[in-house]
């Protein structure tokens, strides 16, 4: 710094100005670094030596990555909000300043390779796996849920005719819809793999594909789709057994049962004679042709409504090692899991997603699938640091107490105030706690009525709107008294 006027002032502007340019450059997902750092290692985020990824840019490799990060974690956020808040940043850093116009940026999220951001997801599971200590495992063994989704796309034609829409729905009327099936950490609630498929893809064909990530001594807990024969029968075979709920079309007596204790009992299941249609020749032929499993039927209370009849069926055949009781108490866990689903999609606004191109939706899940798990992390290390439980941790608290408490680290003057503003919002964390309400109802249900709009059947071209459309519903459903 050149300061010929006031030579003495020299030292104390210089840090000044280092402070206030690391403060500057610490505006997106950067200023948490810091905290970060054992979250998402430095590396992932680097530079290659040679490639589209290692030219000096105004949009980086690592500053791409935590403006895609920012804006999934900020809702409904363009990339134009993005370029701004870049813009801001270089001119009050004395930098050139650079085009007003969103392309660079596209751009560089179109450079941004898959493979980082898959490194990201991995990186970041860890992470929270690490943090979180052993509270989802079963008698020491890690316990994993597998669970899948759809959400809507842009309605491209490349979106179109990668994910095409329900075959339901005139062309022109609907929207792409991508299906995953994704492989959730009990212990965290972090993503640990995703698999896509179009809408036409069974869970079983895409589950089928998380198989390999499946490690020896774990424990998979399912839903109902995963009850069947040729994953109670396959993945055991690999050392993973499997908690599911019972198939519906499986009948249970059990007096046919070699009895363990009332309503608990091992059953022997035979290979049907039709060949599964998500398994080869070669693979239903390496089946058993019989297996023993083990059914578990409870009642779930719930105060003032009618106890509900739960059937569970799993490869724990060992009774005394694997008490009915700790298997029901780690099948309540599991709906707990699947609010996660709800957090990305509703939460994080993941529904719908927003790029135009297949290659782009992919990067974009990836990234919310990543920040996902940051937020993860930072509900972990709020478990470990005040021992409080993971589930009444809110999600939604967690990004709201990130967003404002990240301004303020920025603007920290040492090294010290970043620590203890950290030590403050993990403190705020598990100082407001989810109240526990064991009995509570969560049913599947809207309570917004819908506009009387009629709905949109046939392509905007050659759709006539109709005059008094709050009078006159024309598209309404059958059933449409019982929406209003």
Not at 165 to 171: C, I, M
Not at 368 to 383: D, F, Q, S
């Amino acid at each position: 710094m050149y300061t010929p006027y006031f030579p003495v002032l020299r030292s104390r502007l210089a840090a000044l100005g280092r402070r206030t340019a690391q403060t500057l450059r610490q505006a997106t997902l950067a200023q948490l670094q810091e905290h970060l750092r054992g979250f998402l290692p430095p590396p992932v985020l680097s530079a290659t030596d040679e490639g589209p990824n290692s030219r000096e840019r105004v949009f980086s490799l690592r500053l791409t990555c935590e403006c895609f990060l920012w804006q999934v974690l900020k809702p409904r956020t363009a990339c134009r909000e993005v370029v701004r808040q870049v813009q801001a940043l270089l001119r009050l850093q004395g930098r050139p300043p650079v085009d007003e116009g969103d392309s660079a940026y596209i751009q560089a999220r179109q450079r941004l390779p898959p493979q980082r951001l898959e490194q990201a997801l991995a990186a970041t599971a860890q992470a929270a796996d690490r943090h979180a200590g052993t509270g989802g495992c079963l008698r020491g063994r890690p316990v994993k849920v597998a669970d899948g989704s759809t959400t809507q796309l842009a309605d491209t034609p490349q979106n179109q005719k990668r994910y095409p829409q329900s075959r339901s729905q005139r062309p022109g009327c609907g929207f792409p819809i991508l299906k995953f099936v994704v492989l959730f950490s009990l212990t965290s609630g972090a993503v640990l793999h995703r698999v896509l498929g179009t809408l036409r893809h069974h869970d079983l064909r895409l589950f089928r594909r998380l198989w390999e990530h499946l490690c020896p001594g774990d424990i998979l807990l399912g839903d109902r789709a995963w009850g069947e024969y040729t994953t109670l029968a396959g993945l055991p075979r690999q050392d993973v057994d499997v908690v599911a709920r019972l198939h519906a079309r499986r009948k249970v007596d059990f007096r046919q049962a070699q009895r363990l204790a009332p309503h608990d009992g091992l059953f022997t299941w035979n290979k049907g004679c039709n060949q599964s249609q998500i398994l080869t020749a070669q693979q239903w032929r390496q089946l058993p042709a019989q297996i023993t499993v083990r059914v578990i039927r409870f009642t779930a209370t719930i105060r003032g409504f009618r106890g509900r009849r739960v059937t569970l069926v799993t490869t724990l055949v060992d009774a005394q090692r694997y008490p009915a009781a700790e298997i029901i108490a780690l099948y309540a866990r599991r709906w707990r899991l699947e609010l996660c689903l709800r957090d990305l999609k509703t939460t994080m606004g993941m529904e719908p997603l927003r790029c135009k191109t297949p290659a782009m939706v992919e990067k974009e899940l990836l990234a919310y699938l990543v920040a996902h798990n940051l937020i993860r992390c930072v509900m972990a290390e709020a478990v470990a640091r005040h021992a409080v439980e993971l589930e009444r941790i809110s999600f939604k608290g967690t990004v709201d107490a990130l967003r404002q408490y990240s301004d303020a680290l920025g603007r920290a003057r040492n090294p010290t105030m970043r620590r203890q503003l950290w030590d403050d919002l993990l403190w705020n964390l598990a100082r407001d706690l989810v109240r526990w309400r064991p009995q509570r109802t969560e049913p599947r249900a809207v309570k917004r009525r819908p506009k009387p709009y009629p709905l949109l059947n046939r392509p905007r071209r050659s759709f006539v709107e109709i005059s008094h459309r709050s009078r006159y519903w024309k598209g309404r459903p059958r059933k449409y008294r019982g929406l209003i």
